[in-house]
């Protein structure tokens, strides 16, 4: 699976987010305040992709999901762009998103659980790889 992060690099661009955001944040205006940390972010999947070639879709996603939260590229919407452009990397490798797989009422809670986990990261308590293994149940 690390074979397509070059090409997710090049899907994923700045462009790609800032675009995500917008609609996410509508009515209000979206707002790069850290352009710098948004490019970092996207990088994240190719160097770990890079230094650790056997990292599992997964990882991947949360290291991405990961970066933009902790980055705060964004004004507002950090964590929801971050849910959303994660889920749409795992769909883009050919895995189900992180809750494409679930019934009605399983659906609503896992987004409630996955919400949990992105406030966790951008408070502290959970790290790449606990970010990961939520991942992976999903």
Partial sequence: MAAHVP????LFT??????INSQI????QSLVVKPHE???ALARPLHQATYTPDSTPALLAATLSFGLIQGHAFLDGN???AFFVSNEYL??????GLADDGRLGEVYSDVIKLADDHIGV??????????AAEYRQK
Avoid: C, H, N
């Fill in 79 to 81: 964590k929801r762009t």
């Fill in 38 to 40: 948004l490019e970092s």
């Fill in 25 to 28: 944040v509508f009515p209000q």
């Fill in 7 to 10: 090409r997710l690099a090049r």
């Fill in 91 to 96: 769909r883009a490798m050919g895995i189900p």
């Fill in 14 to 19: 700045p462009e790609y987010v800032r675009r």
């Fill in 122 to 131: 951008a408070s502290g308590r959970v790290d790449v790889a606990g970010l």
